[in-house]
C-alpha cells in the first residue's frame, strides 16, 4: 500500500469520524431537550457508516432514535401536559459519551495516519533529490 492509498484511506476516515462527532455532540447538546407529550421526542443522530472496497469508509445515511422518547413527570414544566407529563428523548447518556471517546480516538488515528504517510511521501521525495 503506497503513501497515496494511506492518505486516501485515512482521508474518509476523517470524515466519517467528524460527521460521528458533529452528530453525537447535536445528541448530547439535546440530551435534556423536552417536548410536549403532542409532539415527537427530539431523536438522537447515528451515523451509519459503510466499507469501501478500496478500504476507505463511507458515511451512508443518518439514522434517528426513537420518536416516542419517554415520559417524564413534570407539572410545573410549560410544556407539561394536563397529567403534568412531557415527552424527552430516550438515549443512553452513558452510550453517547462511550461513543464520543470512540470517535475521538478514532479521529485522532486517523490524524496519525495522515501524519505517517505525509512523512513517507516526504522521505521518498527526499530519496530522489540526493
Known amino acids: 500500500m503506497g503513501a497515496f492509498d494511506m492518505l486516501r484511506i485515512a482521508n474518509s476516515s476523517l470524515g466519517m469520524h467528524q460527521t460521528w462527532l458533529d452528530a ?3 445528541n448530547i447538546a439535546n440530551a435534556n ?25 463511507d ?27 412531557v415527552r424527552a428523548p430516550a438515549m443512553d447518556m ?6 464520543l471517546v470512540q470517535a475521538q480516538r478514532g479521529f485522532q488515528a486517523s490524524v496519525q495516519v495522515t501524519k505517517t504517510a505525509q512523512d ?10 540526493r
Do not use: C, K, W
Open 24 to 26: 453525537l455532540a447535536h
Open 33 to 57: 431537550t423536552v417536548r410536549s407529550t403532542s409532539e415527537d421526542a427530539f431523536q438522537e443522530q447515528l451515523v451509519v457508516a459503510t466499507a469501501r472496497p478500496d478500504g476507505g469508509v
Open 59 to 85: 458515511v451512508s445515511g443518518i439514522e434517528l432514535g426513537d420518536a416516542e422518547g419517554i415520559l417524564e413527570y413534570a407539572p410545573d414544566h410549560p410544556l407539561a401536559d394536563e397529567d403534568g407529563y
Open 94 to 99: 452513558s452510550v453517547q459519551m462511550t461513543s
Open 120 to 129: 513517507t511521501y516526504n522521505a521518498a521525495l527526499q530519496i530522489g533529490q
